[in-house]
């Protein structure tokens, strides 16, 4: 897989079909990644109407060529291209993403929820081209200028961290942020339609994210849990957990998605890393852009520093740590929840995908096996130790269902 994606160039023939453009086009898949986001982010994804954005009209016109070169059946139309992103995976020939990229299991958009999955997210996300996480960063980076201090934007995280969803209410309880609010307000949108089920909006306990019933159909009576006809955008909390019913809706702001996703979400295994460097006394400083990464304080040369993630695909996730701008140099420390550690391939999938010169200093953990890997005269030594391999720590204790 080539990273070095160019914006791309549209060619068009008479039909006004546009034609694939290579060398240097955004791959087809990306862009209908990229095209689900976009019209999950108003609409629901169950139906759509003339015109589409120039974005799916786009992912359309060029899925189309795509399969009349299979010699498949194309899609006559946005909705069945959407049908297509629920029903099929992503290793369907339609689609052709590689399965060194993403898990051949995964599908675009979720077919209970019908709201774009977390993979189809982090493929939206990839690349110098990606458009989600990078919106993350951009409006991380525009909230730290306007804060003006060091502990007001980290204040302002927090807090946009720990309520994805704010309801008209919380502003008058006991402890409620004034000063915060006025920075980070213009960072919550209205409740978009999309994650409204018959025009309520349920809210999962277990992530503080929306939740949906399966066709949007209205939430029962009773006490509310997730189970197999529901879908929460964490896409990890068992089923079992409650389910908060906020039926009023336009009283209430959801954060903007891409914060909810890339912020939000890792949230937790943020702190239960910073949890563990407490207990044992390890100092700690935010790097600059507020986005998840940590330089340690100690006595390591050069400066060790944690990046904190919950991210499903490990591929995707090597690729944003080979970025040329998420890592710092010196030996860093990628902590992932416990539950993915534990999944079947990940660390290996993560390994294999990371640049050669990478797996020199780049140590995956987890919150539990953090102070292990520091403590690990491997990796207090790696920047003097040519060709060290970071071993995997063995931390098979689950903390938690989300770190």
């Known amino acids: 897989m080539n990273a070095d994606y160019r914006a791309p160039r549209a060619g068009r023939v008479s ?28 609409k629901s994804l169950r139906s759509f109407s003339l015109p589409y954005p120039s974005r799916a009209q786009r992912a359309l016109d060029r899925m189309v060529l795509h399969c009349l070169a299979l010699g498949q059946a194309p899609p006559r139309a946005v909705p069945e291209l959407l049908e297509w992103c629920a029903r099929r ?3 369907d020939p339609v689609f052709g993403v590689p399965d ?11 077919p209970v929820g019908r709201m774009p999955t977390r993979t189809c997210l ?3 996300s990839h690349g110098p081209d990606g458009v989600v996480e990078q919106r993350a960063r951009n409006l991380l980076g525009s909230l730290e200028a306007r804060c003006g201090s060091a502990e007001r934007f980290l204040r302002c995280r927090s807090f946009l961290a720990r ?13 409620w942020d004034k000063a915060g609010w006025t920075h980070v307000r213009n960072l919550y949108r209205p409740v978009p339609e999309s994650v409204l089920s018959a025009g309520l909006l349920l809210r999962c306990n277990g992530c503080g994210l929306p939740a949906l019933l399966r066709d949007g159909v209205e939430p029962w009576t009773g006490a509310l849990v997730s189970g197999a006809e529901t879908w929460c ?20 702001l959801v954060l903007d998605r891409s914060l909810r996703s890339f912020l939000a979400l890792p949230y937790a295994v943020e702190q239960a890393a910073l949890d563990e460097l407490d207990r044992v006394a390890i100092g700690y400083e935010p ?25 499903l695909q490990p591929a995707l996730l090597a690729a944003r740590c080979a970025a040329p701008e998420t890592l710092s140099a010196g030996p860093a420390f ?61 931390d098979h204790d689950r903390r938690d269902d989300h770190a």
């Open 122 to 124: 982090e493929l939206a």
């Open 89 to 91: 995976v992503v290793s």
């Open 163 to 175: 309520h994805p969803v704010v309801h008209q209410h919380h502003r008058f309880q006991r402890g």
């Open 334 to 394: 990628v902590v992932i929840p416990e539950r993915l550690a534990h999944r079947a391939d990940y660390r290996a999938t993560f390994a294999a995908a990371l640049p050669e010169e990478l797996r020199e200093r780049v140590t995956l953990t987890t919150p539990r096996g953090l102070i292990q890997a520091l403590r690990s005269p491997f990796a207090r030594s790696q920047a003097t130790m040519p060709g060290y391999r970071p071993p995997p720590t063995a």
């Open 287 to 311: 790097l600059p852009g507020g986005f998840s990464g940590y330089r340690l304080r100690d006595v390591a040369a050069p400066a060790r520093t944690l990046y904190l993630y919950d991210r």
């Open 15 to 42: 039909s006004g079909v546009t034609l694939p453009e290579a060398p240097g086009q955004l791959p087809l898949f990306l862009e209908v990644a990229q095209a689900v986001v976009e019209l999950s982010e108003h």
């Open 233 to 252: 955008e964490n896409e990890g909390c068992p089923h079992g957990t409650p389910l908060t019913l906020i039926r009023d809706p336009s009283h209430a």
């Open 100 to 110: 060194t990229l993403v898990a051949p299991d995964a599908r675009l958009i979720d």
